[in-house]
């Protein structure tokens, strides 16, 4: 048993020898010489591309520094161009961005309840501007007018009427596609009068 656990040790001390006398022989990556006459050409590329002007923009450069073996210094490899163009940028976080996007349209008070939840309690419709009075669930009464945002749907009033006002919402289905829907909110009558 001890002699398997010694010719084992030995063998993978052979190997570790001949893989670093291995390492040694090989050449690894590019030569410092090969390094600096590359980049004395892809210098003397750009100084002749701004000399020659127009027509000679960043791609046209890239193109140009580009090597056929597809070895050059931060050059694409083979046929393969990368464009960010009208790509977000990978390292920004959409977290953040969907922020920015909803902190430029602040909810009111009753784009934070659904339609269906709001009661409307009366409404001053024969004016030059109609305005109604619609309740949150906790009581909380508001006075809406004609184009004001209303309900979580990015839903708006439409027409405020004798004992009725129209809401109308916009949903996104499942497909992807939007619909519309309108809903008549009127006021109720009491029970006991």
């Not at 600096?36 to 127009?54: C, S, V």
């Not at 009427?161 to 009127?186: C, F, H, I, P, W």
């Amino acid at each position: 048993m001890r002699g398997g656990r010694f010719g084992v040790a030995l063998l993978v001390l052979a190997a570790v020898a001949v893989g670093s006398v291995a390492c040694k022989n090989e050449k690894t990556g590019v030569a410092a010489a090969d390094y600096e006459k590359q980049r004395a050409e892809i210098i003397a590329r750009r100084q002749a591309a701004k000399a020659a002007g127009p027509g000679t923009g960043a791609g046209a450069v890239a193109q140009r520094e580009s090597t056929p073996s597809g070895k050059g210094l931060g050059g694409p490899l083979g046929d393969a161009v990368y464009s960010s163009e009208g790509k977000r940028d990978p390292f920004r976080s959409f977290v953040l961005d969907r922020l920015k996007e909803l902190a430029g349209h602040t909810k009111g008070p009753l784009e934070q309840f659904d339609v269906g939840q709001l009661t409307l309690h009366g409404v001053v419709w024969n004016a030059l501007r109609p305005r109604a009075l619609v309740a949150d669930p906790s009581g909380q009464v508001y006075v809406v007018r004609e184009g004001d945002a209303i309900g979580t749907n990015e839903g708006s009033v439409v027409r405020i009427d004798d004992n009725l006002m129209l809401v109308r919402e916009t949903y996104v289905d499942a497909m992807g596609e939007q619909t519309t829907k309108e809903t008549e909110m009127r006021v109720r009558r009491n029970q006991e009068g």
